[in-house]
């Protein structure tokens, strides 16, 4: 599967942004997809997943309550809504996908990587 993540941008904190990634092939639904961020001199970190139903989502404690998780299966998309942005959630973005099915916030359970998008915050 080929993974296509947009939406990124420049908002002021407290803002909002919906990211966006969309899939190729038919087994999109079959997959678990997960959100991580990178920011500069950081390491990766697990931001958001959604199980292959949709069912079942997980969030990072930092972004609990302002993230949202979703996704349409007809359109093979996945989205975060990102609400209340803070200066701290700047990072570049990726999507990814992991052939379980179930939720998983460790890196390497996903096989699948889309390209990344940046998302700063402004103070």
């Known amino acids: 599967v080929q993974l296509q993540a947009s939406g990124g941008g420049l908002v002021q904190a407290g803002g909002s942004l919906r990211l966006s990634c969309a899939a190729s092939?038919?087994?999109?639904?079959?997959?678990?997809m997960g959100w991580f961020r990178q920011a500069p001199a950081k390491e990766r970190e697990f931001v958001a997943t959604?199980?292959?139903?949709?069912?079942?989502?997980y969030y990072a404690d930092s972004v609990k309550g302002r993230f949202t998780i979703s996704r349409d299966n007809a359109k093979n998309t996945v989205y975060p809504q990102m609400n209340s942005l803070k200066p701290e959630d700047t990072a570049v973005y990726y999507c990814?996908?992991?052939?379980?099915?179930?939720?998983?916030?460790?890196?390497?359970?996903?096989?699948?990587w889309g390209q990344g998008t940046q998302v700063t915050v402004s103070s």
């Open positions: 959604i199980s292959r139903s949709g069912a079942i989502t």
């Open positions: 990814a996908a992991d052939p379980s099915g179930s939720i998983a916030t460790m890196d390497f359970r996903y096989d699948y």
């Open positions: 092939g038919r087994t999109f639904r079959s997959y678990a």
